[in-house]
């Protein structure tokens, strides 16, 4: 269904907007986090990110044109998708407003947003952000000012933390922070009370609480905004001053290896293949900006210096646990300590798969990898063995006879686990392409949880980085993991002759409570007919 985007409201003081530059274009796809276009008020020019993924079908304001908050700014859906509607039906809104006299608007826009809070002139309460559609609460992973701190609009305010990315959160007001609600590592649900900025020196102690009281929260006793308090640095706070992080990377309290760089940035480095770790960044608290990247010349930034570390130093560093690394922590100790796991290995021939892959690749516009190959085997091997392909319940066990295939991908912060649904019914190219796209979207955080959900049989491959053999943990709640291992050259004895051949190593881990070592077996066997004389696949 197709989202209309309005103008945002970029400050509390923002009337209307001038889009300064469209990073996309009528018909390009958009991913959750992109950066839709540029936008710039009286103050500032701001990025703009998407909270939506489709095509973008529809442009309302062209670059260089204005046009007040709230107004019809772009629209999102489906590619083809009809929006004829949406169109008619924000032009005939626009003539209702028109019509709806003077006095009823002042009295529209005149109630507070929050009745029971006196808020005095000057000060402004901050609450946590609904940084993405599906976001329900955030952490706060690291504040970027302490209480007593001069703020201006436009500084990072913090780095939020939701179970799909790390974001840094910018403020839209200037004044002084007076009040921190949320302290690093805590969660609050979207609109409960982050901050409060205003005049230094203000007592908020009552506004946080009434705050608190009138959005539902449990009011505490104040600490911080106490006079003493609202001047006394926050050791925490302190340490983490120097930083800011992106969003593709989780929150860390050590700023040695930290790159700092805004979505733009990021973007345009990517696009023009310049590493960020060589460039000086010329924003708050060196952070790499819009305009390093437009001026960046390779082998001119002192960034790309080494750190001395003196011999027989004692260094470490503390990172605080994201919630990706926390949810996978407990996943898989609770799949290791409650499934049986045993182990079945194996050592395939793989001569005929690789002349296969090199002819099937010989097709133009085509290329299949060997993941690709071991994927589509498992579906197919996995349709005559639904005992392996099974899930196991306190007083049932479930045989599926579909097959979604988990392919684990490693990202920076853990691992993820996207599904190849109905494996066994899509051809080697299918595979191939779905595997690449959902590999990235998962490096980027991209991934939406139907995507990761489902699967009936996981592969893990770590193949592609040297490692021979290794044994995988269950994904729960499958029954069976399948670690593959790099194709090595080595002798091997061919009808009583010692040759040079190709062999990959595989490791079946099995739950015991579903797959009896026989149904392992057996399973390896189809497996293997299948990876050996791939040719069969295609039948």
């Known amino acids: 269904m197709a989202e209309v985007i309005n103008m945002p409201r970029l400050s509390d003081t923002m009337e209307e907007g001038t889009v300064a530059t469209w990073l996309k274009k009528v ?65 005939t809104q626009d003539s209702k407003e028109e019509e709806t006299p003077k006095e009823e608007k002042e009295e529209a826009t005149s109630e507070p947003a929050t009745e029971a809070v006196d808020i005095p002139e000057g000060v402004t309460v901050v609450t946590m952000p609904r940084l993405s559609d599906t976001m329900e609460e955030g952490t706060v992973a690291t504040w970027l000012k302490k209480v007593g701190d001069a703020v201006e609009e436009g500084d990072i305010l913090a780095e939020i933390e939701t179970d799909k990315a790390t974001m840094e959160f910018e403020s839209f007001q200037s004044g002084t922070l007076l009040h921190v609600g949320l302290q690093e590592g805590e969660s609050a649900k979207v609109d409960a009370l982050l901050a409060i900025l205003g005049p230094k020196g203000t007592d908020v102690a009552n506004i946080a609480k009434n705050f608190k009281a009138s959005s539902g929260e449990k009011a505490e006793a104040p600490k911080e905004e106490a006079p003493k308090a609202a001047s006394k640095p926050e050791p925490k706070a302190e340490t983490s001053k120097k930083e800011t992080p992106k969003v593709s990377a989780p929150a860390s309290t050590s700023s040695s290896d930290r790159v700092f760089v ?169 595979i191939g392409a ?77 739950d015991h409570r579903t797959v009896d070592g026989a149904t392992g077996a057996q399973f390896l066997q189809t497996l293997k007919g299948y990876i050996e004389n791939p040719v069969t696949m295609l039948v």
């Open 27 to 91: 018909g390009d796809k958009v991913e959750e986090g992109d950066i839709l276009a540029e936008i710039e008020t009286d103050k500032a020019t701001m990025e703009f990110e998407s909270f939506y993924e489709g095509t973008l079908l529809h442009i309302g304001v062209q670059e260089g044109e204005t046009t007040k908050v709230d107004e019809l700014l772009a629209i999102i859906g489906e590619e083809g998708e009809d929006i004829s509607g949406l169109l008619n039906g924000s032009a």
């Open 434 to 510: 779905e595997v690449k796209e959902l590999a990235g979207k998962a490096r980027n955080k991209k991934l939406t949880p139907q995507e990761m959900e489902g699967s009936t049989f996981t592969v893990s491959n770590l193949g592609m980085f040297g490692i021979d053999s290794f044994t995988s943990i269950i994904n729960q709640p499958n029954s069976a993991i399948l670690s593959v291992g790099n194709i090595v050259e080595k002798p091997v004895v061919k009808n009583g002759q010692i040759v040079v051949g190709h062999t990959m190593k595989l490791c079946l881990a099995c």
């Open 262 to 430: 805004s979505p733009l940035a990021k973007k345009m480095a990517d696009e023009k293949g310049i590493n960020l770790s060589q460039v000086t960044g010329s924003g708050e608290n060196g952070r790499i900006i819009k305009r390093d990247i437009e001026n960046f010349t390779p082998g001119t930034s002192a960034a790309a210096v080494g750190k001395f570390v003196p011999t027989g130093q004692e260094d470490f560093e503390e990172v605080n646990n994201s919630q990706m690394r926390k949810v996978i922590a407990k996943r898989l100790a609770e799949s290791k300590f409650t499934a049986p796991h045993y182990y079945l290995n194996v050592e395939f021939d793989m001569e005929n798969a690789i002349a296969f892959r090199a002819q099937f690749n010989s097709i133009p516009d085509t290329k299949i990898s060997y993941n690709d190959m071991i994927v589509k085997a498992c579906a197919l091997a996995l349709k005559q063995h639904p005992q392996v392909n099974s899930q196991w319940s306190a007083d049932k066990m479930r045989l599926n006879h579909h097959v979604h295939i988990g392919v684990a991908v490693a990202v920076p912060d853990g691992l993820v686990v996207p599904v190849v649904r109905f494996a066994n019914e899509q051809s080697l190219p299918q």
